[in-house]
Protein backbone atom coordinates (compact mmCIF):
# COMPACT_ATOMS: atom_id res chain seq x y z
CA UNK A 1 0.00 0.00 0.00
CA UNK A 2 1.26 3.37 -0.61
CA UNK A 3 1.86 5.99 2.13
CA UNK A 4 2.66 9.66 2.84
CA UNK A 5 4.65 10.62 5.89
CA UNK A 6 5.08 14.14 6.98
CA UNK A 7 6.44 13.90 10.15
CA UNK A 8 6.14 17.25 11.49
CA UNK A 9 2.58 18.64 12.54
CA UNK A 10 4.10 22.58 12.72
CA UNK A 11 7.12 23.85 11.82
CA UNK A 12 8.21 27.52 13.20
CA UNK A 13 11.07 29.54 11.85
CA UNK A 14 12.40 32.60 11.53
CA UNK A 15 11.89 34.96 8.61
CA UNK A 16 14.72 34.83 6.03
CA UNK A 17 16.04 31.38 7.69
CA UNK A 18 16.18 28.56 5.99
CA UNK A 19 12.93 26.05 5.58
CA UNK A 20 13.01 21.97 4.85
CA UNK A 21 9.29 20.05 4.94
CA UNK A 22 10.02 16.47 5.38
CA UNK A 23 7.99 14.13 3.56
CA UNK A 24 8.89 10.10 3.17
CA UNK A 25 6.44 7.74 1.24
CA UNK A 26 6.62 4.36 0.59
CA UNK A 27 5.28 2.78 -3.03
CA UNK A 28 6.40 -0.39 -4.71
CA UNK A 29 6.49 1.18 -8.31
CA UNK A 30 7.52 4.09 -9.61
CA UNK A 31 5.38 6.97 -8.02
CA UNK A 32 5.02 10.45 -8.79
CA UNK A 33 5.29 13.07 -5.90
CA UNK A 34 3.67 16.52 -5.15
CA UNK A 35 3.72 19.17 -3.14
CA UNK A 36 0.32 20.72 -2.55
CA UNK A 37 -0.08 24.51 -0.28
CA UNK A 38 -3.21 25.48 1.53
CA UNK A 39 -2.73 29.50 1.95
CA UNK A 40 -5.33 30.81 4.72
CA UNK A 41 -8.72 30.79 3.04
CA UNK A 42 -7.71 30.01 -0.23
CA UNK A 43 -8.14 26.51 -2.09
CA UNK A 44 -5.54 24.12 -2.04
CA UNK A 45 -3.37 24.17 -5.04
CA UNK A 46 -0.80 22.28 -6.41
CA UNK A 47 3.00 23.82 -5.28
CA UNK A 48 5.01 21.55 -7.92
CA UNK A 49 5.72 18.49 -8.92
CA UNK A 50 9.15 16.13 -9.14
CA UNK A 51 8.80 15.74 -12.77
CA UNK A 52 9.12 19.39 -13.48
CA UNK A 53 12.56 19.84 -11.11
CA UNK A 54 11.34 23.45 -11.09
CA UNK A 55 11.35 26.31 -8.60
CA UNK A 56 8.21 27.71 -7.60
CA UNK A 57 8.11 30.59 -4.89
CA UNK A 58 11.48 29.71 -4.15
CA UNK A 59 10.76 26.13 -3.14
CA UNK A 60 12.71 23.03 -4.60
CA UNK A 61 11.99 19.56 -3.73
CA UNK A 62 14.25 16.94 -5.10
CA UNK A 63 13.28 12.91 -5.23
CA UNK A 64 15.51 10.72 -3.46
CA UNK A 65 14.27 7.29 -4.29
CA UNK A 66 17.14 5.33 -2.01
CA UNK A 67 15.24 7.35 1.21
CA UNK A 68 12.01 7.48 -0.38
CA UNK A 69 11.94 11.09 0.28
CA UNK A 70 10.68 14.56 -1.39
CA UNK A 71 11.88 17.03 1.15
CA UNK A 72 10.78 20.76 0.20
CA UNK A 73 13.06 23.79 0.76
CA UNK A 74 13.62 27.38 0.41
CA UNK A 75 17.28 29.06 1.82
CA UNK A 76 14.98 32.21 2.82
CA UNK A 77 11.71 31.75 4.32
CA UNK A 78 9.57 35.10 3.54
CA UNK A 79 5.91 35.83 5.91
CA UNK A 80 4.32 34.84 2.56
CA UNK A 81 4.84 31.26 2.84
CA UNK A 82 3.10 30.65 6.26
CA UNK A 83 0.46 27.99 5.11
CA UNK A 84 -0.61 24.43 5.25
CA UNK A 85 1.75 22.02 3.10
CA UNK A 86 0.90 18.74 1.95
CA UNK A 87 3.21 15.92 0.43
CA UNK A 88 1.05 13.59 -2.29
CA UNK A 89 1.92 10.84 -4.38
CA UNK A 90 0.43 8.99 -7.63
CA UNK A 91 1.49 6.19 -9.84
CA UNK A 92 2.18 7.36 -13.71
CA UNK A 93 -1.50 5.96 -14.80
CA UNK A 94 -3.34 5.92 -12.08
CA UNK A 95 -3.64 9.51 -10.89
CA UNK A 96 -5.35 8.91 -7.26
CA UNK A 97 -3.37 11.37 -5.01
CA UNK A 98 -2.60 9.90 -1.53
CA UNK A 99 -1.56 12.61 0.93
CA UNK A 100 0.46 13.20 3.88
CA UNK A 101 -1.00 14.63 7.35
CA UNK A 102 0.44 17.60 6.40
CA UNK A 103 2.68 20.19 7.66
CA UNK A 104 1.80 23.73 8.82
CA UNK A 105 4.20 25.75 8.30
CA UNK A 106 4.40 29.28 10.19
CA UNK A 107 7.08 32.02 9.42
CA UNK A 108 8.15 34.26 12.61
CA UNK A 109 8.88 38.07 11.70
CA UNK B 1 -12.13 31.01 -15.63
CA UNK B 2 -14.47 30.22 -13.03
CA UNK B 3 -13.00 27.55 -10.63
CA UNK B 4 -14.19 24.42 -9.53
CA UNK B 5 -17.46 25.03 -7.57
CA UNK B 6 -19.06 23.06 -5.09
CA UNK B 7 -22.79 23.19 -3.09
CA UNK B 8 -23.68 23.72 -0.55
CA UNK B 9 -20.97 24.64 1.10
CA UNK B 10 -21.94 23.84 4.77
CA UNK B 11 -24.91 21.05 5.58
CA UNK B 12 -26.02 19.69 8.97
CA UNK B 13 -27.47 16.38 9.15
CA UNK B 14 -28.69 13.80 11.45
CA UNK B 15 -27.36 10.47 11.94
CA UNK B 16 -29.14 7.90 9.77
CA UNK B 17 -29.88 10.69 6.93
CA UNK B 18 -28.56 10.97 3.73
CA UNK B 19 -26.75 13.42 2.32
CA UNK B 20 -26.33 14.74 -1.64
CA UNK B 21 -23.58 16.94 -2.27
CA UNK B 22 -22.13 19.11 -5.54
CA UNK B 23 -19.52 19.53 -7.57
CA UNK B 24 -19.16 21.41 -10.92
CA UNK B 25 -15.71 21.26 -12.90
CA UNK B 26 -13.59 23.74 -14.28
CA UNK B 27 -15.29 24.36 -17.77
CA UNK B 28 -13.54 21.70 -20.21
CA UNK B 29 -12.03 19.51 -17.94
CA UNK B 30 -13.38 15.95 -17.74
CA UNK B 31 -12.17 14.33 -14.73
CA UNK B 32 -13.12 15.02 -11.07
CA UNK B 33 -12.10 13.29 -8.16
CA UNK B 34 -13.67 13.59 -4.45
CA UNK B 35 -11.73 13.41 -1.35
CA UNK B 36 -12.77 13.44 2.42
CA UNK B 37 -10.23 15.64 5.39
CA UNK B 38 -10.45 15.37 8.84
CA UNK B 39 -8.41 15.90 11.67
CA UNK B 40 -7.89 12.67 12.11
CA UNK B 41 -7.30 10.99 9.24
CA UNK B 42 -6.21 13.92 6.93
CA UNK B 43 -7.01 13.79 3.12
CA UNK B 44 -8.50 10.73 1.78
CA UNK B 45 -9.36 9.82 -2.08
CA UNK B 46 -12.81 8.91 -2.07
CA UNK B 47 -13.42 8.17 -6.05
CA UNK B 48 -12.80 9.55 -9.40
CA UNK B 49 -14.85 9.99 -12.14
CA UNK B 50 -14.32 10.59 -15.29
CA UNK B 51 -16.64 10.49 -18.64
CA UNK B 52 -19.44 9.34 -16.57
CA UNK B 53 -17.58 6.44 -15.34
CA UNK B 54 -15.79 5.51 -12.03
CA UNK B 55 -12.27 5.33 -12.95
CA UNK B 56 -11.23 4.75 -9.40
CA UNK B 57 -12.22 4.08 -5.90
CA UNK B 58 -10.99 4.72 -2.46
CA UNK B 59 -11.34 2.26 0.77
CA UNK B 60 -14.42 3.70 1.92
CA UNK B 61 -17.44 1.57 2.45
CA UNK B 62 -20.74 1.17 -0.13
CA UNK B 63 -22.37 3.94 1.63
CA UNK B 64 -20.46 6.62 -0.59
CA UNK B 65 -21.47 6.95 -3.73
CA UNK B 66 -21.15 9.24 -6.46
CA UNK B 67 -21.64 9.58 -10.20
CA UNK B 68 -21.03 12.19 -12.96
CA UNK B 69 -23.18 13.40 -15.18
CA UNK B 70 -22.65 14.08 -19.04
CA UNK B 71 -21.48 17.85 -18.00
CA UNK B 72 -19.22 16.40 -16.17
CA UNK B 73 -20.91 17.90 -13.17
CA UNK B 74 -20.68 15.18 -10.33
CA UNK B 75 -22.30 14.24 -7.02
CA UNK B 76 -21.71 12.11 -4.87
CA UNK B 77 -24.18 10.30 -1.69
CA UNK B 78 -23.45 9.42 2.15
CA UNK B 79 -26.40 7.28 3.56
CA UNK B 80 -27.31 6.39 6.43
CA UNK B 81 -24.89 8.96 8.12
CA UNK B 82 -22.86 8.58 10.90
CA UNK B 83 -20.99 10.58 13.41
CA UNK B 84 -17.65 9.50 11.84
CA UNK B 85 -18.83 11.07 8.17
CA UNK B 86 -18.07 14.54 9.73
CA UNK B 87 -15.88 15.95 7.25
CA UNK B 88 -15.06 18.60 4.89
CA UNK B 89 -15.48 17.13 1.65
CA UNK B 90 -13.62 18.27 -1.56
CA UNK B 91 -14.17 17.78 -4.82
CA UNK B 92 -10.97 18.54 -7.47
CA UNK B 93 -11.51 18.68 -11.27
CA UNK B 94 -9.00 17.93 -13.66
CA UNK B 95 -8.59 18.16 -17.60
CA UNK B 96 -8.18 14.29 -18.85
CA UNK B 97 -7.80 11.32 -16.70
CA UNK B 98 -4.38 11.09 -17.14
CA UNK B 99 -3.79 14.97 -16.61
CA UNK B 100 -1.18 15.51 -13.30
CA UNK B 101 -2.64 18.77 -12.02
CA UNK B 102 -5.86 18.90 -10.02
CA UNK B 103 -7.59 21.79 -8.99
CA UNK B 104 -9.44 21.71 -5.91
CA UNK B 105 -12.94 23.27 -4.77
CA UNK B 106 -13.55 25.07 -1.92
CA UNK B 107 -15.12 22.06 -0.05
CA UNK B 108 -18.40 21.45 1.74
CA UNK B 109 -18.19 21.16 5.32
CA UNK B 110 -20.65 18.51 6.84
CA UNK B 111 -21.67 18.34 10.37
CA UNK B 112 -23.42 15.15 11.69
CA UNK B 113 -25.42 15.60 14.78
Known amino acids: AQRVTQPEKLLSVFKGAPVELKCNYSYSGSPELFWYVQYSRQRLQLLLR??SRESIKGFTADLNKGETSFHLKKPFAQEEDSAMYYC???????????FGTGTRLTIIP | KAGVTQTPRYLIKTRGQQVTLSCSPI?????VSWYQQTPGQGLQFLFEYFSETQRNKGNFPGRFSGRQFSNSRSEMNVSTLELGDSALYLCASKKTADHYEQYFGPGTRLTVT
Open chain 2, 27 to 31: SGHRS
Open chain 1, 88 to 98: ALSNFGNEKLT
Open chain 1, 50 to 51: HI
